[in-house]
């Protein structure tokens, strides 16, 4: 049961230019919304991370963007860097169950 | 303050056996959860233990079980090996309060021939 949906499996973008990953969920108990990036050999990291009661959260290079009644996030990094080039996973959490997406490809070109 | 650690890193079994994979949590955490990672399919959820007792549990087979201890230490446990079960198995540690974000270990790879 796919609650969390990433449809691109990659992307790629040039140096210093904006990167915007998506992500779409099913289940409308679902009330914080959390993105990680992995690297290969390593465990996902946390990025960011926003609650449902916003629409936007920002760190430094990196925001969020929470659509609630489409069910729909993303994630904005501007400007891209080659260190972004990772695989990006989006989750949703409803208390202690959370779920992840399968993941976006990312890769940023110098 | 150390990470989360998997052991072991790699693991190579055949159909039919079993494994028992080990997780020792961010020191202080209690909740653990596991979860399945193959390439097209991200993470699936497995389950989420706090304090000893099974929190949430996914959609798998009864041949994936697991347990943690008063330490908070976690294992998981899979049965009866399949081809389908080769993948990296990660785990995640929290302090176990809702929605806050998991730290997770670098995972066990496991292949199943």
């Known amino acids: 049961d796919q609650q969390v949906k990433q449809n691109s499996p990659s992307l790629s973008v040039q140096e210093g230019r904006i990167s915007i990953l998506n992500c779409d969920y099913t289940?409308?108990?679902?009330?914080?919304f959390l993105w990680y990036k992995k690297y290969p050999a390593e465990g996902p990291t946390f990025l960011i991370s926003?609650?449902?009661?916003?629409d936007k959260n920002e760190d430094g290079r990196f925001t969020v963007f929470l659509n609630k009644s489409a069910k729909h996030l993303s994630l904005h990094i501007v400007p891209s860097q080659p260190g972004d080039s990772a695989v990006y996973f989006c989750?949703?959490?409803?208390?202690?169950?959370?779920?992840f997406g399968a993941g976006t490809r990312l890769t940023v070109k110098p | 303050k150390a990470g989360v650690t998997q052991t072991p890193r790699y693991l190579i079994k055949t159909r039919g056996q079993q494994v028992t994979l080990s997780c020792s949590p961010i020191?202080?955490?209690?909740?653990v959860s596991w979860y399945q990672q193959t390439p097209g399919q991200g993470l699936q959820f497995l389950f989420e233990?706090?304090?000893?007792?099974?929190?949430n549990k996914g959609n798998f087979p009864g041949r994936f079980s697991g347990r943690q201890f008063s330490n908070s230490r976690s294992e998981m446990n899979v049965s009866t090996l399949e081809l389908g079960d080769s993948a990296l198995y990660l785990c995640?540690?929290?302090?176990?309060?809702?929605?806050?974000?998991?730290?997770f270990g670098s995972g066990t790879q496991l292949s199943v021939l």
């Open positions: 989750a949703a959490s409803a208390n202690f169950d959370m779920r």
């Open positions: 289940n409308s108990m679902f009330d914080y």
């Open positions: 995640a540690s929290s302090s176990g309060t809702a929605n806050e974000k998991l730290f």
């Open positions: 020191s202080g955490h209690r909740s």
């Open positions: 926003i609650s449902s009661i916003k």
């Open positions: 233990y706090f304090s000893e007792t099974q929190r």
